[in-house]
């Protein structure tokens, strides 16, 4: 697939989705949510894919929204819909990315600001670089984080440090954020591409239903009684018994061998 503000590939069951907008620190615009939105398609629909790796060219991330974006201008004096902006362009980029049908890594190079920083939380995996670093700076503009900011803050990390990262809009080094909670793991840059490498090819070749249904049920979880959750592992436990990389995983553990799982 040629894109402009994108780069995408395939290749060993690993999808790799790079925002490439380096010069504007991969911010979004609405050519890249409409290019994102078919590359997401794409892996969606894609059986070979087992694993989808979103990363940023250059030395960010992404840092949240362009705001010379021509989606954020000002219109005969009218001030732009910024809701309707969120409704249509990020509401369902993190939806999309919460319900894809593989799991996600989201591979932090550099700062990860405003939705930016959001969307590679709403990855399932979030890796970064011991140079990077989260922001959630809406409060400098006189806005509150979007993107599902609101959401994976204080689920991550307790209200009363989401409140204070949301507030005062201070930066969160990546070693920092690790040690909270809000992402998995931060790394020596100099190991950074390895290490994604190594996570993405370990998730590529693990039982991919099961791993999308793991997530489904976590984030079920904060709104589920204990007894909602039970039924709801029982059900996915019903339906991952008879897949066939249920069976692959009980013969090699009798078979003393690794399994090969095909996602299936």
Not at 41 to 48: A, F, R
Not at 68 to 89: F, H, Q, Y
Request: glycine letters at 8%.
């Amino acid at each position: 697939m040629n894109f402009n503000t994108l780069h995408f590939n395939v290749d060993a069951g690993i999808a790799r989705l790079s925002l490439n907008r380096p010069d504007k620190l991969n911010s979004f615009t609405g050519e890249m949510h409409a290019e994102l939105r078919t590359a997401l398609d794409q892996v969606q629909v894609d059986e070979k894919i087992r694993v989808l790796v979103l990363s940023g060219n250059g030395r960010a991330f992404c840092a949240g929204q362009d705001l010379a974006d021509p989606e954020m201008s000002t219109v005969d004096g009218k001030m732009p819909d910024i809701g309707n902006l969120v409704e249509r362009n990020y509401k369902p980029l993190v939806l999309r990315l919460q319900n894809l049908r593989v799991p996600t890594l989201a591979a932090v190079n550099g700062i990860a600001a405003g939705a930016g920083a959001s969307v590679a939380l709403a990855c399932d995996l979030v890796v970064a670089t011991k140079s990077a670093s989260f922001l959630q700076a809406f409060s400098k503009i006189g806005l509150l984080p979007d993107t599902g900011g609101t959401w994976f803050l204080p689920q991550r990390v307790g209200m009363a440090r989401a409140m204070g990262l949301a507030l005062l809009a201070d930066k969160l080094t990546a070693a920092k954020a690790a040690e909270w909670g809000l992402i998995w793991e931060c790394v020596e840059d100099a190991d950074f591409a390895a290490r994604i490498d190594a996570l993405a090819v370990q998730l590529a070749n693990l039982p991919t239903k099961a791993l999308v249904r793991t997530r489904q049920a976590m984030h079920a979880a904060p709104g589920h009684t204990l007894e909602q959750q039970l039924s709801m592992e029982g059900g996915f436990m019903r339906e991952l018994g008879w897949s066939a990389d249920y069976a692959e995983g009980v013969n090699a553990f009798m078979e003393k061998r690794a399994p090969k799982f095909t996602g299936q």
